[in-house]
């Protein structure tokens, strides 16, 4: 669990709404954010724009990854593949389990903030529904 004393990121959406979220747990995911903080992205009030990641789907991205990144300290292993009893697959199910809309915008935000699991996870579900 998080500390009071952890570096946190904050980071600004498409129609501005700024969330925070643990260094460590942003980092361990997405490529892209650690980039953008590595290069010194950071506005004046060190917050990080996301341009293409409404609040909605970035809420539900941090979600994701503070749950994983709580949930499985291995992380990025390419072992991990939680089963159907395991409460972090019935959390991705569920994460998931949206409109067509919903979906795809988390697909979006997943590909771009190059969260790879995440992205995985989005691409099936998308495989799934197109199945029937």
Do not use: W
């Not at 010194?40 to 917050?47: I, K, L, P, T």
């Not at 909605?56 to 292993?77: G, K, N």
């Amino acid at each position: 669990m998080a500390s009071d004393d952890e570096k946190k990121v904050r980071l600004r959406s498409k129609d501005g709404q700024v969330f925070e979220v643990r260094e460590k747990a942003i980092g361990a995911f997405s490529v892209t954010i650690t980039g953008m903080i590595g290069a010194g992205c950071a506005d004046d009030d060190g917050v990080v724009e996301l341009p293409n990641v409404s609040a909605a789907t970035l809420s539900r991205v941090l979600e994701y990854v503070e749950r994983h990144f709580d949930f499985d300290d291995s992380y990025p292993s390419s072992s991990f593949n939680p089963s159907d009893d395991d409460p972090l697959a019935r959390f991705d199910e569920e994460l998931v389990s949206v409109d067509n809309d919903t979906l795809f915008d988390l697909l979006e935000a997943a590909n771009f903030l190059n969260i790879v699991k995440l992205l995985d996870l989005t691409c099936k579900a998308v495989a799934e529904q197109m199945r029937g």
